[in-house]
């Protein structure tokens, strides 16, 4: 393992989480205590999409969400959300998130405050894909289900109204791992387009396939007590998703034999989450792979911080995004 302990002080206490960590200590006690569950019930019981910021776009108002089907490769059926500008410019950029949740769990809601800011600040059109979940469907299901979707979105970009040349993927979470995953397959094979990646607090690596050689990697120890996801809860989440533990590029990102041609990237990390050293290790190999990136830490700050809304930081987390965005595409017409 590598001797640097350069990120040890991203897990010391932010005051800001004290508001906080009481109710969601009560809620973690609760919830640990689910896993042996049923999944189904497991989901039923646990999974609630993340409160709204007061000041959130309005559909409606501010926007409007519609939903339809897109048929994968195999035959099934997936659900899109698709959030539009009221008056959106022709050939817009195109948003494509993937949702958290740890393969398991999550909808196309569970960014609903990012998928709804990036529409209407960024002047987007953001398409948000419900893929299958794990343990029913583990590995490579959500990452196909994803990449089938975003292919249908490239072929579909006149009905969305979109630019196929004009794409940004990301999500937050194990939807930053099949983000990740996608940028990577696309490069492979020569599918054009994807002009940006946001990362957020990303699950980069299955935790015994990790470089300890190469990368830093003490934040499962340092963090393994955690808020929200636990190092205890991460090692679930990994044996659900990918329950043969291959050391597979597309699941583990970090293991790709190279990072270059990747596009331009954002990623967000929490300093007091077990997955922090993931993407430290993950934004540095961009940098030496010659990828523009932009690194945003929180430190003291546990994994998916931002279900709080009225943090500061979870004010800072969205709005570093629609800045990222606009930085990256320019002018923004219109813009609010």
Not at 108 to 133: F, G, H, M, W
Not at 169 to 188: E, T, W
Not at 306 to 321: A, F, G, R, V
């Amino acid at each position: 393992m590598s001797s640097r302990s350069q990120y040890t002080h991203l897990s010391e206490t932010n005051p800001a989480w004290e508001s906080v960590a009481s109710k969601q200590s009560e809620i973690d006690k609760i919830s640990g205590k689910l896993l042996a569950l049923p999944i189904e019930e497991f989901r039923k019981i646990t999974y609630r999409p993340p409160p709204l910021p007061e000041d959130v776009p309005t559909p409606g108002k501010d926007l409007n969400i519609t939903h339809c089907e897109v048929s994968v490769k195999d035959g099934t059926k997936i659900s899109i959300r698709i959030y539009k500008p009221l008056d959106p410019p022709d050939a817009a950029l195109l948003f494509f998130n993937v949702h958290g949740g740890g393969w398991v769990v999550g909808t196309p809601e569970t960014e609903e405050a990012q998928n709804r800011l990036i529409a209407v600040k960024c002047n987007a059109i953001v398409v948000s894909v419900d893929y299958r979940k794990a343990p029913e469907f583990p590995y490579p299901y959500a990452l196909n289900d994803s990449y089938d979707v975003f292919l249908w979105c490239k072929s579909n970009a006149a009905f969305l109204g979109c630019n196929p040349d004009k794409i940004i993927v990301g999500g937050g979470s194990a939807g930053a791992n099949i983000s990740a995953a996608i940028a990577q397959r696309a490069r492979d094979e020569g599918v054009h387009g994807i002009i940006g990646q946001v990362l957020n607090i990303p699950v980069m690596c299955y935790p015994a396939h990790f470089p300890v050689a190469k990368y830093e990697y003490r934040s499962y120890e340092q963090n393994k007590d955690s808020a929200i996801v636990d190092a205890a809860r991460m090692h679930w989440f990994w044996s659900q998703y990918l329950p043969n533990a291959e050391a597979d590029p597309y699941a583990s990102p970090l293991l790709a034999s190279s990072l270059r041609g990747l596009p331009p990237t954002l990623v967000q990390v929490a300093g007091k989450d077990p997955l922090r050293d993931e993407g430290m290790a993950y934004a540095e190999e961009l940098k030496t792979c010659r990828v523009p990136v932009t690194l945003k830490v929180y430190t003291g700050m546990p994994h998916a911080f931002y279900i709080h809304p009225q943090l500061q930081d979870s004010i800072d987390y969205l709005q570093t995004m629609v800045d990222w965005i606009r930085q990256l595409v320019g002018p923004v017409d219109n813009p609010n």
